[in-house]
């Protein structure tokens, strides 16, 4: 097997496998009428599963949505030559 | 009236001595006189010396040292009321319950509660201060903090030196107490600049009251006497532990429709609104108190995104303000004073002050600060980004200095009783906030002063009397 072709596989093998465990898009629990979870340790009375952390901010999974996207459709900060990532 | 001269014939005149003259002093002296007649020795001078705040200095280790508790340590007449904000604010009931793994106060709230309205009539606040935390919404509290232009002592001195019965002289210093029998204090040893340390006797009617701040109250009872041996007034060991702060953060920038926000009781004054959790996320979560308050806005650039997201959904107004955690520092006998060999020109033995956050009490603020955030955040209030590495990095104190002299039902426990008398001592009684067993999330000084007013009120009736 030359060089370019085992990194070829495990990068395959990487791919496989996070999408096997990551949760399909929309996999979060309704916020209305769902069963709230069995809080774990120091978790009482959270919603952690109804609200996220963006960039430190305690939102809606919606707000991330959407912040998410206005984000990405502003232009992108110039922080340098293009490719000059050391 | 203002003496030049402190010697043996001068203080025999007096029913009771109250040494220091801030907010832990002067509702004592109060209410004592006229009936009894009051010395009260400030160890400074009408202001701040050179000279004096010499014998504050301290070495201090910790998360808050560098000078932290010397700067808050005010030798001079008025105390720290010359630099106190003027937040006021009272302890809630659960403040003193011990059900966070904390001492129980050995009284109870409905006894303090009591003495918080001579304590607002002292500080020139409107009696609504005094209410409790009110329920707000699913698992909040709104507690505002009153805030205005904070009594400043110093500025009454001509009147408060007139008060009749009272005698103040100034630039003594209480180095340390003497007993020949450990059951009621017979003498002082006090120094001036300008002369030698001398003994003054006391008769055991004679009421003394060591009402010198949190660290200097423990700095008298820890200093060792010259034949070696226990300290007068540490029998308990105690003194000088448990040394608390109340940890100050900005622990979030929050989003907010202050509009949507309720508003603070009528009469209440200028308030700064401030949310707390209930009883059940905090005992449910093994919470310390926390109180956040809504403060100023804030300028983050990088935050403007979030900004205009939020200020179309809540609707107008909303600003992007501080949330300031003010909380509760858990006791422990590691966070402590300890006396040095080395010795102050005054002949009081230096302190060396140890002070770490432990990890609930960090947890405290950001687990606060997070359920608070999702409340808000739910009901279309407001939106908070945690700072975690602020609380968990730059979490200062805020000038109060607790815990060292606390109040127990047992000499085993604790160095003063629910009366602020020094167990085992006839005559030796505590005033301020060194005698809190726990801090809660209140801003100390209306509780300073209403424990004052109740042991001033309680000395009356004993002070120059046969016990």
């Given at each position: 097997m030359t060089r370019r072709s085992f990194v070829g596989t495990v990068a395959a093998a990487a791919a496989a496998w996070t999408s096997a465990w990551r949760p399909a898009r929309g996999a979060m629990p309704p916020v209305s009428g769902a069963p709230e979870p069995a809080p774990g340790p120091g978790e009482a009375g959270l919603t952690a599963w109804r609200v996220v952390d963006y960039r430190g901010w305690i939102v809606r999974p919606e707000d991330r949505e959407r912040l998410r996207a206005d984000a990405a459709a502003r232009p992108a900060r110039q922080v340098g030559a293009a490719g000059a990532l050391q | 009236m203002l003496l030049h001269q402190l010697d043996e014939a001068v203080i025999a005149r007096y029913d009771a001595i109250v040494v220091g003259s801030s907010f832990a002093a002067w509702p004592v002296v109060q209410a004592l006189a006229p009936a009894r007649r009051v010395l009260v020795i400030e160890g400074g001078d009408r202001t701040e010396h050179e000279m004096f705040r010499e014998l504050t200095l301290n070495d201090e280790y910790g998360?808050?040292?560098?000078g932290h508790w010397s700067s808050h340590w005010i030798r001079a007449f008025g105390g720290t009321s010359s630099r106190w904000s003027g937040v006021v604010t009272p302890l809630d009931a659960r403040d003193l319950?011990?059900?966070?793994g904390a001492p129980a106060w050995p009284l109870a709230f409905d006894d303090l509660a009591a003495w918080y309205r001579c304590a607002l009539e002292f500080l020139e606040?409107?009696?609504?201060?005094?209410q409790p935390a009110q329920r707000w919404r699913d698992g909040l509290l709104f507690k505002p903090l009153s805030h205005a232009a904070p009594r400043r002592l110093a500025t009454a001195f001509d009147r408060l030196v007139a008060t009749p019965g009272v005698d103040l002289v100034l630039r003594?210093?209480?180095v340390r107490l003497t007993s020949a029998?450990?059951?009621?204090i017979d003498g002082l040893v006090v120094t001036a600049p300008t002369q030698q340390p001398r003994w003054l006797p006391l008769r055991s009617t004679q009421v003394l009251v060591l009402a010198c701040g949190g660290l200097g109250n423990a700095q008298i009872l820890m200093q060792p006497p010259p034949q070696g041996?226990?300290?007068?007034?540490n029998e308990s060991g105690l003194?000088?532990?448990?040394l608390m702060e109340h940890p100050h953060v900005v622990s979030a920038h929050v989003v907010v429709n202050r509009a949507r926000l309720p508003p603070p009781p009528?009469?209440?004054?200028?308030a700064l609104p401030a949310l707390m959790v209930d009883d059940e996320l905090r005992y449910a979560n093994d919470l310390l108190g926390c109180s956040l308050a809504i403060e100023g806005p804030v300028d983050a650039p990088d935050a403007a995104a979030e900004v205009a997201y939020f200020r179309e959904r809540f609707g107008q107004p909303v600003d992007l303000v501080a949330m300031l955690s003010r909380s509760e520092q858990e006791p422990s006998a590691a966070n402590a004073l300890e006396i040095l060999p080395e010795r102050a020109w005054s002949g009081a033995h230096r302190l060396r002050a140890r002070c770490s956050f432990s990890s609930r009490d960090l947890r405290t603020i950001e687990l606060t600060t997070r359920l608070v955030g999702e409340r808000l955040l739910m009901a279309g209030i407001g939106a908070v980004r945690l700072r975690n590495t602020a609380i968990y990095r730059e979490t200062m104190g805020g000038g109060h200095t607790m815990g060292t002299t606390r109040m127990g039902s047992s000499r085993g426990t604790s160095v003063c009783d629910a009366d602020q008398?020094?167990?085992?001592?006839a005559n030796l009684f505590l005033s301020g906030?060194?005698?809190?067993p726990t801090g809660g999330a209140a801003n100390p000084t209306l509780t300073i002063v209403a424990l004052a007013c109740r042991l001033g009120v309680h000395l009356r009736a004993t002070a120059g009397r046969q016990p």
């Open positions: - | 998360h808050l040292a560098d319950d011990g059900s966070s606040r409107p009696a609504a201060v005094g003594e210093t209480v029998t450990r059951r009621a041996g226990v300290a007068i007034g003194a000088g532990r448990y009528d009469g209440f004054g200028n008398r020094v167990h085992g001592y906030s060194s005698v809190f």
